[in-house]
């Protein structure tokens, strides 16, 4: 079943969640109060699937602990409960919980509360498999490091820290070109239905351009969607292509023609080249050109 974290300062109250939730087959571990509850949620290995919170306790209160899981994890799913502070539950959703219950509770609106966020959470993970098993084979049945038939990595290979040098070439606003160093991170977001890179890269080592890639499965068109943004003021973009699992290929309008997007895996290197097509032109330019090596796994968090 799920591994519940139940934070609350009140024994009385633990007692009671470790009487409803163990005998469904939860694992329950308790803290009694937000700093111990966020030391318990850092620890290395351990995957907590929900987290209980009362709102009125000392050391770290709860709302701040929710800011605290949701900036640590964006995907935390958090529940706010609260007897003597209930005019806090609404702020306490606008911190991120996902779900408010007041007190005092009973088991079965307490046991309700939450199976509805666990049958969310598990709903978003079997949309997630059913769409990226397409385009990503076999990458439940692989661990990290392994291949499939086809050669393709699984999904986790992809997530962590990535660095290397970057050739942007001559272009109207680089005449020259440029050399620069470039830093990728790579997580999963949204509940784990899309991938979010966010890019930095530094010129002599000056940081001149930060951006963020936001890939996302459209069930609809059978694409993968790339969505771009980047510091400097440049308008968002929008791409769309396909992803066989070891070669995304997107494309879409760019400033003055049509832009091309490829980025390739292969064991721990990422390739990144970009081609622009001016209106004016027959012919692709090499625009861009990134090879990086990967520096952090997804097993070492930030």
């Keep these: 079943m799920a591994t519940i974290l ?5 024994e009385v109250e633990r007692i009671f969640a470790r009487e409803v939730l163990e005998p469904r087959g939860h694992k329950v571990l308790f803290a009694g109060d937000g700093e ?13 699937d929900v987290v209980v919170t009362d709102l009125a306790m000392p050391r770290l ?3 701040r602990l ?22 806090q539950l609404d702020l306490a959703e606008e911190f991120g919980a996902v779900a408010a219950l007041s007190k005092p509770w009973s088991p079965p609106r307490f046991v309700a509360a939450l199976d509805d966020v666990l049958t969310r959470a598990e709903a ?8 990226w098993e397409e385009i990503w084979p076999e990458k439940e049945k692989r661990g990290r490091g392994e291949v499939a038939d086809d050669g393709s990595p699984p999904i986790a290979d992809l997530i962590g820290r990535w660095e290397g040098d970057e050739h942007i070439f001559p272009a109207p606003w680089a005449p020259e070109g440029v050399m ?8 999963s977001v949204m509940g784990d239905t899309a991938l979010l890179l966010e890019h930095q890269r530094e010129v002599q080592g000056t940081v001149r351009r930060r951006g963020l890639t936001l890939l996302i499965w459209d069930g609809y068109s059978g694409e993968v969607v790339h ?28 400033p ?31 625009a861009f050109e990134g090879t990086y090596q990967r520096v952090r796994s997804a097993d070492t968090r930030a």
């Excluded at 308008?235 to 309008?253: K, M, N, T, Y």
């Design 6 to 10: 139940f934070v609350d300062d009140d």
């Design 36 to 48: 111990s509850a966020l030391e318990i949620y850092r620890r290395p290995g351990l995957d907590i």
């Design 61 to 63: 209160n709860g709302l």
């Design 66 to 87: 929710i800011k605290a899981l949701r900036e640590y994890d964006p995907e935390a799913r958090i529940i706010a409960a609260s007897g003597i502070a209930a005019d």
């Design 124 to 131: 978003a993970r079997d949309w997630t498999r059913g769409h």
């Design 180 to 187: 620069a160093r470039g830093t990728i991170e790579i997580r």
């Design 227 to 254: 969505y771009g943004f980047v510091s400097g003021g440049t308008s968002p973009s929008v791409f769309r292509g396909a992803w066989d699992g070891r070669l995304l290929q997107v494309e879409g309008p760019g």
């Design 256 to 286: 003055g023609g049509q832009v091309r997007h490829e980025r390739s895996w292969h064991d721990e290197i990422m390739t990144l080249r970009s081609w622009t097509l001016p209106e004016d032109s027959a012919a692709e330019i090499l």
